[in-house]
């Protein structure tokens, strides 16, 4: 198959972020696919531009590992207002230009919910090739937003919900990250074999080569933190834990990353020296990061929303480090309680929260590492990216059908 990934804000290693596509298309090459990502080169974080283009041109198209990266240039913005917004509409128009970059035509394109805009690009674009259309689910819309706080009835909201059903009916086949999304997908008069939960998932090979980062202080207790800090990550009550835990001076936090809540974290631990905060670093090197830390910490807002469930690129990362994790969450049967790879606490309980760190660092070192080889026999057995590849390329073979058929 020659497969085109469409995916707003997709990733290289070489920058700070999720790889998923770029992961599942090497997997893909090795199995004999064409692979084709098209994203824009706006960094969605950072607010920065990640490619230089020639003189008048909007598009670019490079090769990468063996993988078609086309970058399209879009508008620049911060924060999470109306610009953002409009460099979401601005990479959707944008898409309908691919054309133009002598690239053989498709036989099927996905489009990924990094927003909903993106989604039917990809499906005038599949409409125009003539080719089957699948939509990958990341996150619910609008439902996050609702879930967020947002009013049902806002402009944007209702555009959303007016939307996302009839992507569901026009898609050939639907991606779910979330397991439990077709409770949400199923409502719409979906029917349940055009579903497919197919998982994030982790590139093994880059943590077993063991090399250092240098990046934390061997001679304490590293409980790392690695990611976006942003509303949906909840760490207000990490830094709280911090102030109860600073009599112990072996143990030091660290949280790796940017977003939007983050010069208000650092806010409030501007008295705290027990814990640090580093700038994001490249894909490539979170492997090394990782393997320095004594264990991790994961948390999420106790919101709706996770009824889905979830699936977070930093938690099956964690794992493959086979270190202990501390996950403040109320999601219900999630990796870390099923695998028995750390402690799970209440979510917005600092109290709790440091009562498992303590837990962990009083344990035997053999204790550490009993949690830690069980994250990483699960990662492996479950969400390994050839594991996850196979489960996406049925998914793709399964909508080529339903077209045909169709």
Do not use: C
């Not at 990468?64 to 509409?89: A, C, E, H, Q, S």
């Amino acid at each position: 198959m020659n497969i085109w990934l469409i995916n707003h804000y997709a990733l290289t290693p070489q920058h700070s972020g999720g790889t998923r596509h770029y992961d599942l298309a090497k997997e893909l090459i090795k199995k004999g696919h064409r692979v084709t990502i098209v994203a824009a080169s706006f960094h969605y974080v950072s607010n920065q531009e990640m490619k230089q283009y020639p003189e008048g041109k909007k598009m670019l198209l490079e090769t990468i590992d063996g993988i078609n990266f086309i970058w399209i240039k879009t508008r620049p913005y911060k924060g999470n207002g109306i610009g953002r917004v409009l460099n979401m509409l601005d990479f959707t128009k944008k898409l309908h230009n691919i054309s133009t970059m002598s690239l053989t035509p498709p036989e099927i394109i996905v489009g990924s919910s990094v927003h909903l805009f993106a989604v039917y690009g990809a499906y005038r674009l599949a409409q125009k090739y003539k080719v089957p259309f699948v939509m990958e689910v990341r996150d619910i819309w609008p439902q996050t937003l609702i879930d967020l706080g947002v009013s049902k009835y806002h402009p944007f909201v209702l555009l959303l919900g007016w939307l996302e059903p009839f992507l569901y009916r026009k898609a050939d086949a639907i991606i779910t990250l979330l397991p439990k999304a077709d409770q949400h997908i199923k409502k719409f008069a979906i029917e349940a074999q055009k579903i497919h939960w197919i998982s994030n998932g982790v590139d093994l090979t880059p943590f077993e080569k063991g090399f250092p980062s240098h990046h934390l202080n061997p001679s304490k207790f590293n409980l790392l933190y690695t990611g976006t800090l942003g509303l949906a990550n909840n760490l207000e009550p990490l830094i709280e834990a911090a102030r109860y835990l600073k009599e112990i001076h072996q143990i030091h936090i660290t949280l790796v990353g940017s977003g939007p809540k983050l010069e208000t974290l650092k806010q409030q631990a501007a008295d705290l020296d027990n814990i640090t905060f580093l700038p994001p670093v490249p894909k490539t090197e979170i492997p090394a990061l990782l393997l320095e830390a004594d264990a991790f910490f994961l948390a999420l807002k106790d919101i709706p929303l996770y009824r889905f469930g979830m699936s977070m690129n930093k938690l099956f990362d964690y794992m493959a480090a086979a270190k202990p994790i501390v996950f403040a969450t109320n999601i219900e049967e999630n990796p870390v309680e099923i695998a028995q790879a750390g402690i799970q606490t209440l979510p917005d309980d600092a109290n709790d929260i440091v009562k498992a760190i303590r837990t962990l660092y009083n344990a035997t070192k053999e204790t550490q590492k009993t949690m830690g080889d069980n994250g990483l026999r699960y990662v492996s057995q479950h969400f390994s990216i050839p594991v996850i590849a196979t489960q996406f390329e049925s998914a793709l073979i399964k909508a080529q059908l339903h077209y045909e058929q169709n």
